[in-house]
């Protein structure tokens, strides 16, 4: 009873170290950047297809879904409109950071908790490197990086799956659909769904890295860590877009 009550809060003071740890190494500039144009490069293709289909299907499923509502009210030539803002404001910031927490989250977590299990990190300490420094570092600053980029990459491909289903099912010409999805978005707009991905990328670079830092249990507990991590960002992702969403949305709602 006594370990339920106390062991989360324990957790949470270790990933609470290790999150000041990050940002001290940073402030020093402490960064090996060699590390992080790698991580960069390993994150973003491993989530950069799955990304641009889950962008494509969501686009063009908002734009069959609006055709049909649209088309009952006679107002089919708002689906443009509709289509890209739900996109822009709310959809693919939160299903990239979804399947960025699942693929590369995941990667993360597996990879430093194989190194933990195997003595990796203890190794790097007898060596005289600083883990922190040399594993965690690189990969939550290339988390920063990625995760926007897949954003505005999700937001395209899925701005251009609405167009190929209103263009083809909705008979809505080419040029006026483009307008009309320039028009519709404003700064605010895109400011509101982009600025959460710099706050979700922190998350999932945190949580990814603790629970791959601290694995324990050897092969199994590699497997367990990796699932409680992908659990948590989701978790953590879907609470935070809600909590800065109204906070978004009180202070520039209109």
Not at 75 to 84: G, N, P, R
């Amino acid at each position: 009873m006594i370990n339920a009550v106390f062991h989360p809060i324990t957790r949470l003071g270790q990933a609470s170290l290790l999150l000041g740890e990050v940002f001290s190494n940073i402030l020093r500039g402490r960064i090996r950047w060699k590390e992080v144009f790698k991580q960069i490069y390993d994150q973003g293709v491993q989530s950069l297809v799955i990304v641009m289909l889950v962008s494509f299907a969501c686009g063009a499923v908002l734009a069959m879904q609006a055709r049909v509502t649209m088309e009952r009210f006679g107002a089919k030539e708002f689906i443009a409109q509709l289509v890209v803002l739900s996109l822009v404001r709310e959809l693919t910031p939160v299903f990239t950071a979804l399947v960025f927490s699942g693929k590369s989250g995941a990667g993360m977590a597996s990879e430093l908790g194989t190194m933990s299990v195997n003595n990796q990190i203890q190794a790097t300490r007898t060596l005289g490197v600083d883990p922190v420094e040399f594993l965690v570092v690189p990969r939550m600053i290339a988390c920063f990086f990625v995760l926007p980029l897949l954003v505005v990459i999700g937001e395209l491909v899925g701005i251009f799956g609405g167009y190929v289903i209103a263009v083809w099912e909705a008979r809505i010409p080419g040029s006026y659909y483009i307008s009309q999805t320039i028009n519709a978005v404003g700064y605010i707009d895109f400011f509101t769904g982009f600025s959460k991905v710099f706050f979700f990328s922190i998350l999932i670079g945190w949580i990814s890295c603790f629970q791959g830092f601290f694995t324990s249990g050897g092969s199994l507990g590699v497997g367990r860590f990796t699932t409680k991590a992908v659990a948590l960002c989701y978790v953590a992702v879907i609470v935070s877009n809600t909590i800065l969403t109204k906070i978004i949305l009180t202070f520039w709602g209109n």
